[in-house]
């Protein structure tokens, strides 16, 4: 069956430094990908996502690109915010569900 | 617009015992699917409705089951339950139905089985 592959971290950063979560899949098709994330104390919400293949997902300085030939999905943040740490989940569904499939979660810290 | 709510926020139960767990989606929203969060498994699927069908099942025992109504709040129903089901349950909405949307969570609802 489709399964996601992210690196688990913990993962330590001081503030202004450069992220990279890798994320791979394995799905037969064309699955979308997207990158949730949940902030202490609250709800897992969507970050970004791309719907098929070299499509480029963004939002609030966060990128990924859905790399086909690598079946990846990296997250990405040139400069990150100690209001960025959370836990980020990278994830796919198939076409016709909105069943989401969950890596198993990337812990990131961003100390001052 | 109120989000996705889900209730009650917190239970406690003995082994054996069963549990129903509420969600109503966000206004409009007529996919529903839940999910079962655990620091050892992580986020796993358990069902996907879809108007009132469901239309995928996670790999979970019979024991675990729900249900969506005419108006798209879905239950979710955990019967004889094991120390292992204590978990983080959340429930997602979605506008559609056809992959590849957005999900919205709800704060999930914390089960924890003596």
């Known amino acids: 069956g489709d399964s996601v592959t992210q690196m688990e971290g913990p993962v330590t950063l001081s503030e202004e430094a450069f992220l990279t979560i890798n994320c791979t899949y394995t799905a037969t098709g064309y699955p979308s990908l997207f990158w949730y994330v949940q902030y202490p104390g609250e709800g897992l919400q969507l970050l970004l996502k791309?719907?098929?293949?070299?499509d480029k997902g963004s939002n609030k300085g966060f990128e990924a690109t859905y790399r086909k030939e690598t079946t990846s999905f990296h997250l990405e943040k040139g400069s990150v915010q100690v209001s960025d740490s959370a836990v980020y989940f990278c994830?796919?569904?198939?076409?016709?569900?909105?069943?989401?499939?969950f890596g198993k979660g990337t812990k990131l810290t961003v100390n001052p | 617009k109120a989000g996705v709510t889900q209730t009650p926020r917190y239970l406690i139960k003995t082994r054996g015992q069963q549990v129903t767990l509420s969600c109503s989606p966000i206004s409009g929203h007529r996919s529903v699917s839940w999910y079962q969060q655990t620091p050892g498994q992580g986020l796993q699927f358990l069902f996907e409705?879809?108007?009132?069908?469901?239309?995928n099942k996670g790999n979970f025992p019979g024991r675990f089951s729900g249900r969506q109504f005419s108006n798209s709040r879905s239950e979710m129903n955990v019967s004889t339950l094991e120390l292992g089901d204590s978990a983080l349950y959340l429930c997602a909405s979605s506008s559609q139905g056809a992959g590849g949307n957005e999900q919205f969570f709800g704060p999930g609802t914390r089960l924890t089985v003596l």
């Open positions: 994830a796919l569904s198939q076409g016709g569900s909105e069943k989401l499939v």
């Open positions: 791309a719907t098929k293949a070299d």
């Open positions: 409705y879809f108007s009132e069908t469901q239309r």
